[in-house]
């Protein structure tokens, strides 16, 4: 009971999060210089038309009302549509952009929690000798360099001077799809791996001094269950809370690393928009995003009280 | 406690650094120039590689002293970082100082704001506010002091959180010093040395930003460089001209260090008690 209440607390806010940032959104284009209408009309349109046209599209309401309109409509599904090419909707837009650049995410936070913890809990485990200072040195390398830095050296390297990756992404893939994707994800991940793995050490090393641990050593606990079902289970809380703040991380690397490799993911799409000052495209780009973003750490906010029954008590 | 002397070896390191770059934005423009004849290369630009008579690190396209594009630079990166900052500051303190003081529906207010601002992306939010008003500088300086100034409302408001209560402070209310006294004459300075420390680490990430949203091409717009542009031009031609990504992208990393352990160093000595993690 204590658990469901927990859960369907974290799912309130997570809605109350999305309410938000569809008003933001939305906002974006009352305040944005220039009047839908006249676009959707066209230079050649009477000033009849133009008013016909206004009123079809509610812009002669007023401001609350058309957030009402805004959300009646994205709950049909209807984001608009593009105001350049072909007035594709926006909705297609982000139906074809939106996996890829799930894909990749999801493929990159998978990699750098597997990396993260495993790496900071041998850094953990050997505290303050050579294989702890050398992981430690390499990650703070990793939260400071840029994906738009790192992205550039690996491709050289792989892709330039060994000639074994392709350089980016391609209309018709000429290999296999992971070839493709091995450079971006593995930019993508860089920071998260490096965060998680200077948390999952500090967090370790406090939870390998408690007495507990002492305990299960004088036990005669095997090295590896004592790691992995002892210390490992009490010390990767905060590091599963860091996962899903860290996708925030992963977004922002998302923009850069699929403009980098030229990838049809929401990003690129995202900043081709601006470039063409496509409005309804960016407010569905930056909603889609911001919906993923709130949809992971909504998951992992939920995951947290089965986890640790001490967070479902101290909750309700 | 201010007897013991900042030796951090990196603190210096980065402050050094620091002031070289400052020095090199203000007087690189002045460096000699690309080229005086330009030599045609076969696709009939002046583009030379590195090493070159009178370009140390070649020159672009155009002929543009690589060296120089990259001071350019720096005076860009520098001018828009420092602006940025000064403006989070500023609004930063105040917001930490109204949710501090103020009466609690404002001060409410304030705080769930703060939050809210700190559960969307900051980047999202910059490319929502770039998409409102178009690519460009200013823009940038706009998008990033909305998106920064959260951090250093927080930390103000923990910081007087802590200040508030010592015996000083409890004195000076005693004897009357109103609020507005209080917070400038004692409150603020004890507090000036923890936000010259964020301040820099603050710094280090708007640079970075700054250089993020050039790079996408809807931050700073060619013809005026930085370094984000610079990376982003140069890296379609990677494999003839290296130098040319490798150079502003080593000057870049290198500044975020210098600032990242200025920094750090100065926190630890400002405030013994934070642990980084």
Redesign the interface.
């Given at each position: 009971m204590q658990l469901i209440k927990a859960l369907s607390l974290r799912l309130l806010f997570g809605v109350v999060?999305l309410l938000?940032?569809s008003f933001?959104?939305f906002i974006?284009s009352a305040?944005?210089k220039g009047d839908p209408a006249t676009y959707v009309a066209g230079e050649k349109a009477t000033k009849e038309q133009y008013l016909r046209i206004r009123h079809q599209m509610g812009l002669d309401q007023p401001l609350m009302t058309r957030y009402g309109i805004y959300l009646e409509n994205m709950a049909h599904g209807d984001f608009g549509t593009s105001y350049q090419g072909i007035h594709e909707p926006v909705a297609d837009v982000l139906k074809r952009t939106v996996p890829m650049t799930a894909k990749i995410a999801f493929l990159a936070i998978g990699l750098a929690s597997f990396m993260g913890i495993t790496l900071g809990t041998l850094a953990a485990i050997r505290e303050n000798r050579g294989l702890d200072r050398s992981i430690l040195t390499v990650s703070t390398l990793g939260v400071?360099?840029?994906n738009?830095?790192l992205a550039?050296?690996l491709?050289?390297i792989f892709a330039?001077k060994l000639d074994k990756l392709p350089v980016g992404w391609e209309v018709q893939l000429r290999g296999p799809e992971w070839m493709y994707l091995l450079l971006p994800v593995v930019v993508l991940s860089l920071r998260p791996t490096a965060m998680l793995t200077?948390?999952t050490r500090?967090s370790m090393v406090e939870t390998l001094r408690q007495e507990f641990i002492r305990t299960a050593i004088a036990k005669g606990v095997p090295p590896f269950r004592l790691i992995t079902k002892y210390a490992l289970r009490n010390a990767i809380l905060p590091v599963v809370t860091t996962i899903g703040t860290t996708f925030?991380f992963l977004?922002?690397g998302s923009?850069?690393v699929e403009?980098?490799f030229i990838m049809p993911g929401i990003g690129s799409k995202?900043?081709e928009?601006?470039?063409s000052?496509d409005?309804p495209v960016?407010?569905g780009c930056?909603l889609a995003?911001?919906a993923m973003?709130i949809g992971v750490n909504t998951v992992v906010d939920m995951m947290l009280p089965i986890l640790d029954p001490r967070i479902r008590e101290a909750q309700v | 406690m201010r007897k013991k002397k900042l030796r951090d070896p990196l603190v210096w390191g980065g402050i050094i650094f620091m002031v070289a770059l400052v020095l090199f934005a203000i007087f690189g423009p002045f460096l000699p120039a690309g080229v005086k004849e330009p030599v045609y290369d076969p696709v009939g630009l002046p583009h030379l590689p590195y090493g070159s008579a009178h370009a140390a690190l070649g020159t672009d396209e155009i002929g543009r002293s690589f060296l120089q594009r990259i001071a350019y630079g720096a005076r860009v990166s520098l001018l828009i970082g420092i602006t940025v900052q000064l403006i989070n500051l500023t609004f930063g303190v105040f917001m930490g100082v109204v949710s501090s003081f103020a009466p609690k529906w404002i001060a409410g207010f304030v705080m769930r704001l703060t939050d809210?601002m700190f559960?969307?992306?900051?980047?999202?939010?910059a490319?929502?506010i770039?998409?409102?008003l178009?690519?460009g500088w200013f823009p940038v300086i706009v998008a990033l002091s909305i998106t920064g100034w959260p951090s250093i409302a927080r930390l103000t408001k923990t910081q007087l959180a802590t200040i508030k209560e010592r015996e000083f402070v409890v004195a000076a209310r005693a004897v009357g010093a109103p609020t507005p006294y209080l917070v400038f004459k004692h409150l603020l300075p004890q507090m000036s040395g923890i936000l010259l420390a964020v301040t820099m680490i603050d710094l280090?990430g708007t640079i970075?930003a700054e250089?993020?949203l050039s790079?996408?091409?809807?931050g700073v717009q060619m013809p005026m460089p930085s370094w984000?542009g610079l990376?982003?031009n140069a890296?379609f031609q990677?494999?003839s001209y290296?130098t040319e990504?490798i150079a502003p992208?080593v000057v870049?990393?290198l500044t975020?260090?210098a600032l990242?352990f200025i920094g750090d160093g100065l926190r630890a000595y400002f405030d013994p008690k934070s642990s980084n993690?």
């Open positions: 999060s938000i940032i933001v959104t974006a305040v944005a400071t360099l840029p738009f830095v550039p050296i491709v050289y330039v200077r948390l500090a925030g977004l922002t923009f850069v403009r980098f995202t900043i928009a601006i470039l000052n409005l960016i407010q930056v995003t911001g973003f | 809210g559960a969307f992306p900051d980047i999202l939010l490319i929502l770039i998409g409102i178009g690519p280090a970075l250089s993020t790079f996408l091409g809807i984000g990376i982003n890296r990677m494999n290296p990504i992208c870049l990393s975020v260090f990242n993690v």
